[in-house]
């Protein structure tokens, strides 16, 4: 009976250092996943504010053609990247956040939290920081039909998910009713 308790204090002290273990990969865990909801939410502000900038007034035919191609994009739209960041326990860090080169109008933003993992039995992880990336687009949600003639009034048209509508240049639609924004694997 007395040669089994040094194998229970053993077995208990190696359960309890286990525990405090999985404890730590859980917080690690739970601070990389914080990270990446402050990347998305940075990715999406910075792409709904890009799409949210563009002027529609300005375009004429080829413009709306070009638009809905994917062949024009709207503008920078990283300086809502940062605020959504902060608000969700980041900042935009690494590569920051970018414009899309490769022909989509989207932005690929970079975050690093702003708190640390912290004190676990694990050493190394007091001063470490989940970094993460998320890319967003904006893509339309319609197509556009140019006006059979040039003289015409308007445009064109467009077909919205099923919806016609006639463009008109006097009352054009918001932007957030032409292109939606949504979150991308890259």
Same mark, same amino acid.
Do not use: I
């Given at each position: 009976?007395?040669?089994?308790?040094?194998?229970?204090?053993?077995?208990?002290?190696?359960?309890?250092?286990?525990?405090?273990?999985?404890?730590?990969? *859980?917080?690690? %865990?739970? !601070?990389?996943? +914080?990270?990446?909801? #402050?990347?998305?939410? $940075? =990715?999406? /502000?910075?792409?709904?504010?890009?799409?949210?900038?563009?002027?529609?007034?300005?375009?004429?035919?080829?413009?709306?053609?070009?638009?809905?191609?994917?062949?024009?994009? *709207?503008?920078? %739209?990283? !300086?809502?990247? +940062?605020?959504?960041? #902060?608000?969700?326990? $980041? =900042?935009? /860090?690494?590569?920051?956040?970018?414009?899309?080169?490769?022909?989509?109008?989207?932005?690929?933003?970079?975050?690093?939290?702003?708190?640390?993992?912290?004190?676990?039995?694990?050493?190394?992880?007091?001063?470490?920081?989940?970094?993460?990336? #998320?890319?967003?687009?904006?893509?339309?949600?319609?197509?556009?039909?140019?006006?059979?003639?040039?003289?015409?009034?308007?445009?064109?048209?467009?077909?919205?998910?099923?919806?016609?509508?006639?463009?008109?240049?006097?009352?054009?639609?918001?932007?957030?009713?032409?292109?939606?924004?949504?979150?991308?694997?890259?």
């Amino acid at each position: 009976m007395g040669q089994a308790s040094p194998l229970y204090v053993f077995m208990v002290a190696s359960l309890l250092f286990l525990a405090l273990a999985f404890f730590a990969v *859980g917080q690690a %865990g739970a !601070t990389r996943n +914080g990270a990446q909801s #402050a990347a998305d939410a $940075a =990715a999406l /502000a910075a792409a709904k504010e890009s799409r949210d900038r563009f002027l529609l007034d300005d375009l004429d035919l080829a413009g709306w053609e070009d638009l809905f191609d994917g062949d024009l994009m *709207g503008e920078d %739209g990283c !300086t809502a990247s +940062g605020h959504y960041a #902060a608000r969700n326990g $980041a =900042a935009v /860090a690494g590569e920051g956040c970018v414009m899309l080169g490769d022909g989509r109008w989207g932005f690929r933003v970079t975050v690093r939290s702003t708190k640390p993992v912290g004190d676990t039995v694990l050493p190394g992880t007091e001063d470490r920081h989940a970094v993460a990336t #998320a890319t967003a687009v904006v893509v339309p949600r319609c197509t556009f039909e140019p006006a059979d003639d040039k003289d015409a009034p308007s445009p064109g048209s467009l077909d919205c998910e099923g919806t016609d509508l006639d463009l008109d240049p006097d009352d054009l639609p918001d932007m957030s009713d032409l292109f939606k924004v949504r979150l991308t694997e890259d």
